[in-house]
């Protein structure tokens, strides 16, 4: 029964095109961040190009930067970055908000009312806020402590929808089943709660995830991103800086938006797709 | 309804009691001394740095005890007092951001109305339609994923380097002096009109989506069923889908200020537009602490009005909530 319920969900998921668009996106960018500085000839923060600014060619497959830095070279390093803050950020930030959403959605009572009290009090303040104050005063921002300061701002949400559904399914009769046969509280909410809710748990790593590369390009926007790499906010960041809009140099700013757009599309659309395979009633016929 | 508001106030008041603790916590207990980085930049000999040092830890009362210093910062703060600041010596830091405030408000309102608004109806309208369905929300996942500085810059650089058609820096042009003229209102509004529809443009893809899936879960609910097997226009089943469905989507225009506060701050950096934004970059640069502090307090404070704002509105628009009803949603 479990396998076969098991190569449903896998053939739906096969047969669904949002599913199969969004992880060819993610795919081909993820592969191209993980061999593409494998590819590239010049560091990308060497000054390669003597002549400066030059469109794409063949030699600079994205052209290159007003100093004559290889745009190519730091579109894919700015892209490890992007995925590392992605499964970082929004992983802790999804891991976060299960530990809360579980706890306060089976315990109830009184941690249930403070745990609650506390996600509805992080969930009004803004996230980015707290993130420029904190960056600001950080004189060496490295990568790893951005996606650990956007985790631990970002899952409040996540805490607060997890809670409700873990209320909904604590009252049902398996769980009484396994509370009278004396299983502890950990194991109910890993064995039984849990397992009930997977995909919804995906589903909410796949938000978090998206949501945690669109905080870090505002951050590294604003001047306050890793102080030791290139990220792509950063090299948008750059080029508004030293005037690729006025000068035309569309190269420098088009490719790194238009990677985290597609990037976060895919994931949103990846999102719906999964909807539709785990819930038969969304499903197109 | 009462048990509701108290509820709502007294997480109000803690969130804004927190967020006055980190804005003066993170200062004091961040690794790094800014009095130190002063001092190294103002480059004197050791002597003097030592008697700098005592003089400004003592001007900034950094040499007070912790708690004092805690209570002294709540009290500035009720005088209005956050400062002054260092890019812009020796204005005063709340001077500085109320001249900002304007300009916030100016682009951020119409920009989050009118995007509501549009995306709501538009979404409704969407809705079980196979064509618009089709187009409408493939282009509402790509604008609701676009980051809101890069639909700026690319807005910028093609309608207003390559086509010509907006100016993309300032809020007026540099050659005006503000005034009640025709020329100059002119001017502020071809301004503002790039940075208001980049902002509109990602936030409507998301509100359409958001109103084109709650209507298709409303039409599908018992109710709308019961009504089309009464014989109800169709049209009378779509209008109270749509007042169901709009429920859901102010609640989560509170949820999503934060970000749409953030969106408009890199959009503000993107066209130089003279708000919070636009000062908090030039505070960073400049490393002046006590702007970068106040620009994260008025924010918190500009979130909680709104969201306050927002409660009201939905008290008076569901009137489950005044019935006491739905005790749980806060």
Known sequence: ????????????????????????????????????????????????????????????????????????????????????????????????????????????????????????????????????????????????????????????????????????????????????????????????????????????????????????????????????????????????????????????????????????GALYVMNVGMDEVFNPKLRET | MNRYFTRKILIYALTFFLAVTIDWMIPRFMPGDPIQNMLSRANVNADAAQVMYTYYAHAFQLDLPIWQQYLNFWGALFRGDLGISIYLFPTPVAKVLMRAVPYDLFLLLPAILLSWWAGNNFGAFAARSKWLDNTVSPIGYILSATPYMWLGIFLAWLLGIVLNIFPIAGAYSFDLQPSFSWKFIGSVLQHWFLPFFSLFLVMFGGWAIGMRNMVIYELEADYSHYLEALGAPQRLVRKYAFQNGILPQITGLALQLGVIVA???????????????????????????????????????????ANFAIDIIYILVDPRTRRGMTGETA
Do not use: H
Request: net charge neutral; glycine share 10%.
């Open chain 2, 263 to 305: 969106g408009a701050l890199v959009t503000e950096v993107v066209f130089s537009y003279p708000g919070i934004g636009y000062l908090l970059l030039a505070a960073i640069q400049n490393q002046d602490y006590f702007l970068i502090q106040g620009c994260f307090l008025f924010i918190i404070i500009g979130v909680l009005i």
């Open chain 1, 1 to 264: 029964m479990n396998t076969a319920k098991k190569n449903e969900f896998l053939y739906f998921a096969l047969k669904n095109w949002k599913l199969r668009i969004g992880f060819v996106v993610i795919g081909v960018f993820l592969i191209l961040a993980l061999i593409g500085p494998l590819l590239v000839r010049n560091d990308p923060f060497a000054y390669a190009n003597p002549t400066g600014a030059k469109p794409p060619s063949s030699d600079y497959w994205f052209g290159t930067t007003f100093f004559g830095q290889d745009v190519f070279a730091q579109f894919v390093l700015g892209l490890r970055a992007t995925f590392l803050v992605g499964i970082l950020g929004g992983g802790l930030a999804t891991l976060i908000g299960v530990v809360v959403g579980f706890t306060a959605g089976y315990r109830g009572g009184i941690v249930d009312e403070v745990l609650n009290m506390l996600t509805n009090i992080i969930l009004v303040i803004p996230t980015m806020a707290v993130l420029l104050i904190i960056a600001a005063y950080l004189e060496v921002r490295s990568i790893f402590a951005e996606c650990i300061f956007i985790g631990l701002t970002a899952w409040p949400w996540a805490a607060r929808a997890i809670r409700a559904q873990t209320f909904s399914l604590r009252t049902r009769d398996f769980v009484d089943l396994a509370k009278t046969s004396g299983m502890s509280s950990f194991k109910i909410i890993f064995r039984e709660i849990a397992p009930n809710m997977m995909a919804y748990l995906i589903m909410t790593f796949i938000l978090q995830f998206g949501g945690a590369i669109l905080n870090a390009a505002t951050l590294d926007f604003i001047g306050l991103g890793p102080t030791n790499t290139i990220s792509l906010g950063m090299m948008m960041q750059y080029a508004v800086m030293w005037g690729a809009l006025l000068l035309g140099m569309w190269w420098w700013f088009i490719p790194p938006g238009l990677a985290i757009t597609l990037i976060v």
